[in-house]
Every structure is written in structure tokens, then in C-alpha cells.
């Protein structure tokens, strides 16, 4: 790459936190740790300020309005669009992976890896590849749908698109009914489906059809995807 990864660390347990930070300094050269955070709040700002390469995210932080790493995902995203998502976390639910996955983390990994394996996974992400634990395979592919990179912590696949390259600046807004162009800057600034629905008295099921429809029109994959889009085109 040329240059130090510059990557930020979110967890909610000290001891954790420091260790993780600890082995990756100690092996690798080529990673920079530019920031750290405990919950929701901090760690929003910490991305705001920082923008790191890649954010190593637990899925259970508190703070916010309680949607974790998920929230802090979506809630950074128009202050730090280029930014990548690796979720490290104890959990192998499928809800907590779908959700981070969803909301645009490019990885998950469990806390049981091995430091060489995550400091691989960072790398990785940061080339643009999705990377996960073997065993969380299902879940991921079910959370992306069909047809989305893939590879494991151990074995890559082909990197995701650049959704600050040419071929999306091709796309234009007006491509979306105005419904569908409101609907779709609610969801970028991070409100829920059930926030869409009351903020246009609509029904939440035609908020997810309209959703639907603005991420086939735009040729994106999740709501992550459309909200740094949003983003990087200033339209949020």
C-alpha cells in the first residue's frame, strides 16, 4: 500500500481493547492505531476526527440509541466516507452479524482468532476484500444476498467495488422517483425503517420496497453502501 494502515479500535472492555492494540503494535509495522473508543458516542467522534483506513469493531458498545456497531457504522459514514468496517467481536449470532454486515462493515471475525489471522483480516480489508470467519460463512451470505464478494480470513476473494470510482458517478439521483429520493436520504442519514415510515406516513413494508428499488437503480448492495454513496456525493 505504500503506507501505514491507520486503523481505529472500538470496544467497550479497557483490558480487551489494550491487548488487541498491544499484539498488533507488536507485529506489525505496517499498521498504525490512530484511535480507540469504548461506546457509541466516543467512538463516532473518535471516526469523525481520525478517519481511519479500518475501525476493528465490537458489535455490543453502548452508548447512542442502542444499535452498537451497527449504529456507529451508519452514523460515520457521512463524516468519514472511505472509512472500512471490521466487526471483532464474541458473538456468532446471526442477527448480530447480519446487522453489521448490513449496515456496511466489509468483515466479521470472532474474538478466538488468532493475532497473526486478525492482523491479516485488517490488511485485507483495508486492500478492499470482504473477510470473515469460515464458520460465519452462512450467516454473511444470507446478510449480502447472492452475488457479493466473499472470502475467509484465510483465503481472499476479488475486492469489493470502489464506490468512489468512475463507474458509480455514472449513476444519477435522478434515476430515483422523488419518493424513492426521499426514502433514500432518510435511510443514508442512518434513520430506521420504522423512522422512514413515521417521518412520511408511509407503511414500513412499502419503506422496504422502496428501498429495494433505490438499491437496484443504484446498483448498490446494502444500506451501508447507499449512505456513503450519499456521502460522497453530498446529497445527505
Avoid: C
Amino acid at each position: 500500500m505504500g503506507r501505514k494502515i491507520r486503523i481505529g479500535v472500538v470496544d467497550d472492555h479497557d483490558l480487551f481493547r489494550a491487548g488487541v492494540i498491544s499484539a498488533i503494535t507488536a507485529s506489525a509495522d505496517d499498521i498504525e492505531i490512530v484511535g480507540q473508543a469504548g461506546d457509541v458516542e466516543s467512538s463516532v467522534r473518535m471516526i469523525a476526527e481520525t478517519k481511519p483506513d479500518v475501525v476493528l469493531l465490537d458489535v455490543h458498545v453502548p452508548g447512542g440509541e442502542g444499535g452498537g456497531g451497527s449504529e456507529i457504522i451508519l452514523r460515520s459514514v457521512p463524516h468519514a466516507p472511505r472509512t472500512l468496517y471490521l466487526a471483532l467481536s464474541v458473538s456468532d449470532a446471526p442477527a448480530d452479524v447480519g446487522a453489521v454486515i448490513r449496515a456496511g462493515a466489509r468483515g466479521y471475525v470472532t474474538k478466538t482468532i488468532t493475532a497473526d489471522d486478525l492482523i491479516a483480516s485488517i490488511r485485507q480489508v483495508a486492500e478492499g476484500y470482504a473477510v470473515f470467519s469460515p464458520k460465519l460463512a452462512g450467516f454473511v451470505l444470507n446478510a449480502l444476498g447472492p452475488g457479493q464478494p466473499q472470502s475467509t480470513a484465510s483465503q481472499a476473494a476479488a475486492p469489493s467495488p470502489d464506490l468512489d470510482g468512475d463507474l458509480d458517478d455514472d449513476i444519477d439521483i435522478d434515476v430515483l422517483s422523488p419518493r424513492e429520493q426521499e426514502v433514500m436520504r432518510l435511510i443514508a442519514r442512518g434513520y430506521s425503517y420504522k423512522e422512514v415510515a413515521a417521518e412520511l406516513f408511509i407503511s414500513i413494508k412499502t419503506v422496504e420496497t422502496h428501498v429495494s428499488k433505490v438499491l437496484r437503480k443504484l446498483q448498490l448492495s446494502n444500506r451501508g453502501e447507499l449512505t456513503r454513496w450519499a456521502a460522497h456525493r453530498r446529497i445527505v
